[in-house]
């Protein structure tokens, strides 16, 4: 039914390093959102116009470090899994068509929650999808292995 396939060293590097890449890239472009005034005072005069309610600052501050934090986090969720999964794969076993396929699925969930965030004015939206290319066709890769290795 499943064939096994031993990921290559080369390809476990590749994929942690553009992981690591993918994580770095969320990580500065939330520190730099979090940090610039400007971006938190147009946030803020955004929020003034559609609310009825009256919000100081501080408070609205605290709400938009918040969010920032918690959409950080969810764009955390896929590249993690992925990592631990695969790093896991490799030093205890092996991985199947089974590990591609549900890996496949959710990077295109990751790169459809990157693309639908609609930042084009943000180079880091740039990166971030083509390191989720890199992961899907890396992932990809890997099934030409799992098919070879059922002959």
Not at 10 to 36: A, F, G, N, Q, R
């Amino acid at each position: 039914m499943f064939r096994d396939y031993h990921i290559t060293r080369k390809k476990l590097y590749i994929l942690l390093i553009t992981i690591s890449i993918v994580i770095m890239i969320l990580s500065v472009e939330v520190l730099m959102e979090v940090k610039d005034r400007g971006m938190f005072l147009q946030w803020f005069e955004e929020v003034q116009t559609q609310d009825a309610l009256e919000v100081s600052e501080e408070e609205a501050f605290d709400a938009y470090v918040s969010g920032n934090i918690l959409l950080y986090m969810l764009n955390l969720v896929i590249p993690l899994g992925f990592a631990l999964h695969t790093f896991f794969a490799y030093q205890k076993g092996k991985i199947n068509s089974l590990f591609i396929y549900l890996w496949f699925i959710m990077l295109i969930g990751g790169l459809a929650f990157t693309f639908i965030s609609w930042n084009f004015n943000s180079l880091f939206y740039y990166f971030r999808i083509a390191a989720y290319l890199v992961l899907i066709g890396i992932t990809l890769s890997l099934s030409t292995g799992v098919d070879s290795s059922k002959k």
